[in-house]
């Protein structure tokens, strides 16, 4: 999936820490999706371990089918 920058419309390449914009040079966190109903997972962090939960029914979902996506909203 390729996303855009909601700045100058270029595209965004995938960081190891989120997603950037090598046009204007900005920076966009990660959203985790869930792959099932696409809509933000929660983040369970404890004892070291990184989880995620889907509020919306499908419960904990492997890191291995998570979809990231940059967080593009302009404040």
């Known amino acids: 999936m390729s996303s855009s920058c909601p700045i100058c419309q270029q595209p965004l390449t995938h960081a190891e820490n989120g997603f950037d914009c090598l046009h204007c040079n900005r920076h966009f966190n990660p959203i985790a999706l869930c792959p099932d109903c ?38």
Do not use: M, N, W
Not at 44 to 66: E, W
């Open 38 to 75: 696409h809509r933000p997972l929660q983040v369970l962090k404890a004892c070291g371990a990184v989880d995620y939960f889907c509020q919306h029914g499908d419960g904990l979902i492997s890191k291995k089918r998570i979809e990231f996506v940059p967080d593009t909203q302009v404040v």
